[in-house]
């Protein structure tokens, strides 16, 4: 399904056609269920992430700017700044505590960071431009987006110094976006 | 947090993009992204950046239980049966409607009448005027005389954004004092097409007008005009 039918579908939701959203929601979840998934590491959390997701779409609708964002992009900030608040809800304390089994009961089918980094982008200006960073700030990137690291977190898994990670992710940004800008992205 | 630089912005909103930033970072930036319109275009901007990492996840199919769960938080939309204000004649609207009263007035008078069934494959266009400000909102076109369904493009001219909780809802205004035909629901796009169904493409063709009203979410529960009428013009051939 292409931004334009998501498009059309998001307009009718705004309608309150109920119609659409199932639509929408049939062609749309299991790409947004993924991202759940991959942050909270919990099933019962990316149900919970997704269902609130959902209502949040259903309602703000009709704010949807397509002048702003694409469909999925608007929809994927959505699920991912949910899924982000529920991580770092107080809670904290016992995820640091249990990240190493956390981590590591992610099933193995499932593809890591950098091979996800490496897919992800269909020759596109993303992709130039990711190549021009250095492989550690590639890593550090891919971590925290798909992972959804906090700086301390990644520090911690790549085994390196807080600041180092934090001026891998800060560096690396500023060349992402430079490279795109200067492709008028 | 001072976020009057450009630079601190593109930064801090990267960081709230990428997800870096710890709990109550992330609830002060998100308290800051509801007054600043520029740190929102930042925050924009990183999501369009990324968003292609975003959509490389291998699809995971949520359990159905989540579905049932949306589905009955939903007010159900409910349209009321037709009842006594079908009944009642073209001019006893509701106050609300009144618009579309004084509108249907001026088209029964301006346009000459009645209306003969136009000639196979002419295209008749219908301008819709803003009723407040007088100037053009919103043309409708279509072929008309030819049997089966029509085709109606409609162009909504600049930029339109509707209230949430609302629908724009097309009618068909036959005049001589008859009650307006719901076309359905349209959107604020730019651009679209609506298809108008066989058994209205008549009452279409010798419409004396069209008219935009806005109804509650889902369409007037009354099946006639229950909002006001933001657009309404006259029927013509070209």
């Known amino acids: 399904m292409d931004a334009e039918q998501l498009y059309d579908l998001l307009s009718r939701c705004a309608m309150g056609d109920q119609q659409a959203f199932k639509t929408l929601y049939q062609h749309s979840s299991a790409k947004l269920f993924a991202v759940a998934v991959r942050i909270t590491r919990r099933r019962d959390w990316a149900e919970e992430v997704l269902q609130e997701s959902f209502i949040n779409i259903w309602n ?33 304390v016992e995820i640091d505590a249990n990240h190493e089994e956390m981590v590591a009961s992610i099933p193995d089918e499932s593809p890591g960071p950098e091979e996800l980094l490496k897919r992800s982008i269909e020759a596109g200006a993303l992709a130039e431009c990711m190549k021009q960073l250095t492989g550690d700030q590639q890593r550090s990137i891919a971590l ?38 200067a492709q008028g992205i | 947090m001072k976020l009057a630089n450009e630079d601190l912005r593109n930064k801090l909103a990267a960081e709230y993009v990428l997800g870096t930033m710890s709990a109550h970072a992330r609830r002060r930036f998100a308290l800051k992204l509801k007054e600043s319109p520029a740190l ?3 925050v924009a901007g990183w999501e369009e950046r990324l968003a292609p990492l975003a959509l490389a996840l291998p699809e995971v199919e949520p359990p159905s239980r989540v579905w049932q ?16 204000l079908q009944t009642l004649s073209f001019w006893r609207f509701s106050s609300i ?40 909102a919103m043309t409708a076109s279509w072929e008309a005389g030819k049997p089966g369904k029509r085709a109606l493009r409609i162009r909504v001219i600049g930029h ?20 307006p035909i719901s076309l359905g629901l349209i959107t604020t796009h730019n651009t679209q097409t609506l298809i108008v169904p066989e058994a209205l493409a008549v009452k279409l063709d010798q419409a004396r007008g069209l008219a935009m009203s806005v109804e509650p979410a889902g369409g007037s529960p009354t099946g006639l005009p229950t909002g006001p009428v933001l657009y309404a013009g006259p029927l013509v051939e070209t």
């Open chain 1, 144 to 181: 925290a987006f798909f992972n959804g690291l906090s700086h301390g977190e990644l520090a911690r898994q790549m085994q390196k110094p807080l600041g180092t990670v934090k001026t891998w992710i800060r560096r690396g940004l500023e060349r992402l976006k430079s490279c795109l800008d």
């Open chain 2, 40 to 42: 929102r275009r930042a």
């Open chain 1, 60 to 92: 703000h609708s009709s704010g949807y700017n397509a002048a702003k964002s694409a469909p999925m992009t608007w929809m994927t900030a959505i699920v991912r700044n949910r899924a982000l608040d529920l991580l770092r809800r107080p809670r904290e």
């Open chain 2, 160 to 179: 339109a954004e509707m209230a949430p909780g609302t629908a724009w809802e097309l009618w068909i205004l036959p005049g001589e004092n008859q009650n």
């Open chain 2, 97 to 136: 409607a009144s618009g579309l009263v004084a509108l249907a007035l001026l088209l029964v008078v301006a346009v000459p009448g009645p209306v003969a069934p136009p000639a196979a494959e002419t295209r008749m266009v219908v301008v819709m005027n803003d009723l407040k400000t007088r100037n053009p």
């Open chain 2, 69 to 84: 769960a949306i589905e009955s938080r939903i007010r159900p939309a409910t349209r009321a049966a037709p009842g006594l």
